[in-house]
């Protein structure tokens, strides 16, 4: 099935870039939620078992703000440089 933009009008072809963006953060969600638990899991847990010890919430807890801290820095960055280069063209 192919999708004819010529026959969209400007409200229905703002319709699903919106909805493609929308998927698009969802999935960049999954993905920044999904290696924060690996990289997460695999620097803190030494012995998975049923529960957490204290030093190792601990651990998550600093490592994931670490995570997330280093990724809105890389997230603005990358926003900085698309809008550079956008407006260069």
Known sequence: MSLDTQKLDVNQRQQIMTSVQQQLAIQNAQELLQKLSDKC????????????SSSEQKCISQCSDRYMDAWNIVS??????????????
Not at 41 to 52: H, M, R, Y
Request: include cysteine; proline fraction near 4%; hydrophobic fraction near 25%.
């Open 76 to 89: 603005r960055a990358y926003a900085e440089r698309i809008k550079r280069e956008s407006n260069r063209h």
């Open 41 to 52: 899991f695999k620097a803190c847990i030494q012995k998975p078992g049923s529960t957490l």
